[in-house]
C-alpha cells in the first residue's frame, strides 16, 4: 500500500511538473514566439496561455509597447559648412517578432541598426539646409522626412519606425565663442544703426523747432511793429489837432518842455538875445 501510494504520488508530481513545464504566459504587453532546437517556429503568441514542448522548445518574449531609442550626440555638417551638435531619439516597436529575431535577435541589435539608418537619414537631410533654417523653421519638415526615408530600411528588421525628432541642436564648444562674437558685433551694429537714426530724428526735430520758433518771433515782430506804427500815427494826429486849436500855446509848452530839458544840471549856454529860443524871456 505505502509502495503504490509512493508510485501514484510521484506520477502525479511528474505530470504536473510537465505540464507545468509545457504551458507558458504571454503578458498584455509582450508577444512571444518559439524556438525549437535554436530555429525559431513559425507562429506569433499573443498575451494568454500556451503550450509548448519542455526542453525542447524555448519560449523568446519580446515588447509590444512603444519603445524609445535615445542616441547619443554627434556633429553633422551643414549645407553653409557649419558643424552641429545633433541629439535625437526615435520610438519604435516591434510588430514581426520572427523578422526581429532573425535579424537583429534582440533590442540591443535593433538599436544598433536604427542607430546607423537615422544617422545616416539625419545626415542627408540636415546636409541640405543651412545651419539658420534648422534651428527655426524647417526642423518639423526635415523630421518628418527623416522619419519617412528611415521607416523604408527598417521594415525588413520587423520593426515600426513611429517617430523621429531632435531633442536639441547646439553648435561645438570651439564655435561657440566664435557665434558669440558675431552676434555680440551684429547687435553693436544695429544699436549703432539705431542711435544714428534716433539722433538724425532728433536734428530733424530741432530745426524744424528752430524754424517754428523764427517764424514765430518774425510774426510777432511785425505784429508789434504794426501796433507801434499805429500807435505813431495816433499820437501824431492828436499832437496835429492840438496844435491847430491853439498855436501860440503849443509853441509856449514846446518850448518849455525845451527848456526844461536845456538848462537842467546847471547848463552853462552863451546866446544872442535875439535868438528865437530865447524869446520867451524877452
Same mark, same amino acid.
Given at each position: 500500500?505505502?509502495?503504490?501510494?509512493?508510485?501514484?504520488?510521484?506520477?502525479?508530481?511528474?505530470?504536473?511538473?510537465?505540464?507545468?513545464?509545457?504551458?507558458?504566459?504571454?503578458?498584455?504587453?509582450?508577444?512571444?514566439?518559439?524556438?525549437?532546437?535554436?530555429?525559431?517556429?513559425?507562429?506569433?503568441?499573443?498575451?494568454?496561455?500556451?503550450?509548448?514542448?519542455?526542453?525542447?522548445?524555448?519560449?523568446?518574449?519580446?515588447?509590444?509597447?512603444?519603445?524609445?531609442?535615445?542616441?547619443?550626440?554627434?556633429?553633422?555638417?551643414?549645407?553653409?559648412?557649419?558643424?552641429?551638435?545633433?541629439?535625437?531619439?526615435?520610438?519604435?516597436?516591434?510588430?514581426?517578432?520572427?523578422?526581429?529575431?532573425?535579424?537583429?535577435?534582440?533590442?540591443?541589435?535593433?538599436?544598433?541598426?536604427?542607430?546607423?539608418?537615422?544617422?545616416?537619414?539625419?545626415?542627408?537631410?540636415?546636409?541640405?539646409?543651412?545651419?539658420?533654417?534648422?534651428?527655426? @523653421? +524647417?526642423?518639423?519638415?526635415? *523630421? /518628418? &522626412?527623416?522619419?519617412?526615408?528611415?521607416?523604408?530600411?527598417?521594415?525588413?528588421?520587423? %520593426?515600426?519606425?513611429?517617430?523621429?525628432?531632435?531633442?536639441?541642436?547646439?553648435?561645438?564648444?570651439?564655435?561657440?565663442?566664435?557665434?558669440?562674437?558675431?552676434?555680440?558685433?551684429?547687435?553693436?551694429?544695429?544699436?549703432?544703426?539705431?542711435?544714428?537714426?534716433?539722433?538724425?530724428?532728433?536734428?530733424? @526735430? +530741432?530745426?524744424?523747432?528752430? *524754424? /517754428? &520758433?523764427?517764424?514765430?518771433?518774425?510774426?510777432?515782430?511785425?505784429?508789434?511793429?504794426? %501796433?507801434?506804427?499805429?500807435?505813431?500815427?495816433?499820437?501824431?494826429?492828436?499832437?496835429?489837432?492840438?496844435?491847430?486849436?491853439?498855436?501860440?500855446?503849443?509853441?509856449?509848452?514846446?518850448?518849455?518842455?525845451?527848456?526844461?530839458?536845456?538848462?537842467?544840471?546847471?547848463?552853462?549856454?552863451?546866446?544872442?538875445?535875439?535868438?528865437?529860443?530865447?524869446?520867451?524871456?524877452?
Amino acid at each position: 500500500m505505502n509502495t503504490k501510494t509512493t508510485a501514484l504520488f510521484i506520477a502525479a508530481l511528474v505530470i504536473i511538473l510537465g505540464v507545468s513545464m509545457s504551458v507558458f504566459t504571454v503578458d498584455q504587453t509582450e508577444q512571444a514566439i518559439v524556438i525549437q532546437l535554436g530555429r525559431p517556429l513559425e507562429g506569433i503568441y499573443g498575451p494568454g496561455i500556451h503550450f509548448k514542448i519542455p526542453y525542447i522548445q524555448q519560449v523568446v518574449r519580446f515588447e509590444s509597447r512603444i519603445l524609445v531609442y535615445d542616441a547619443s550626440p554627434t556633429e553633422i555638417l551643414t549645407k553653409d559648412k557649419k558643424n552641429l551638435v545633433v541629439d535625437n531619439y526615435a520610438k519604435w516597436r516591434i510588430v514581426n517578432p520572427l523578422t526581429f529575431y532573425r535579424t537583429v535577435r534582440n533590442e540591443l541589435g535593433a538599436r544598433s541598426r536604427l542607430d546607423d539608418i537615422i544617422y545616416s537619414q539625419i545626415r542627408v537631410e540636415l546636409g541640405q539646409h543651412d545651419l539658420s533654417d534648422i534651428v527655426s @523653421i +524647417t526642423r518639423g519638415e526635415i *523630421m /518628418e &522626412r527623416v522619419l519617412t526615408e528611415s521607416a523604408k530600411p527598417i521594415k525588413k528588421y520587423g %520593426i515600426e519606425l513611429v517617430d523621429v525628432r531632435i531633442k536639441r541642436a547646439d553648435l561645438p564648444e570651439q564655435n561657440e565663442k566664435h557665434v558669440f562674437d558675431r552676434m555680440k558685433a551684429e547687435r553693436e551694429r544695429q544699436a549703432k544703426q539705431y542711435r544714428s537714426e534716433g539722433a538724425e530724428e532728433s536734428q530733424k @526735430i +530741432t530745426t524744424k523747432a528752430d *524754424m /517754428e &520758433r523764427e517764424i514765430i518771433l518774425a510774426k510777432a515782430y511785425k505784429e508789434a511793429e504794426e %501796433i507801434k506804427g499805429e500807435g505813431d500815427a495816433k499820437a501824431v494826429k492828436i499832437y496835429a489837432d492840438a496844435y491847430q486849436k491853439d498855436v501860440e500855446f503849443f509853441e509856449y509848452t514846446r518850448n518849455l518842455d525845451a527848456y526844461k530839458r536845456s538848462f537842467k544840471d546847471k547848463t552853462k549856454m552863451l546866446l544872442s538875445s535875439e535868438s528865437r529860443f530865447m524869446k520867451d524871456f524877452r
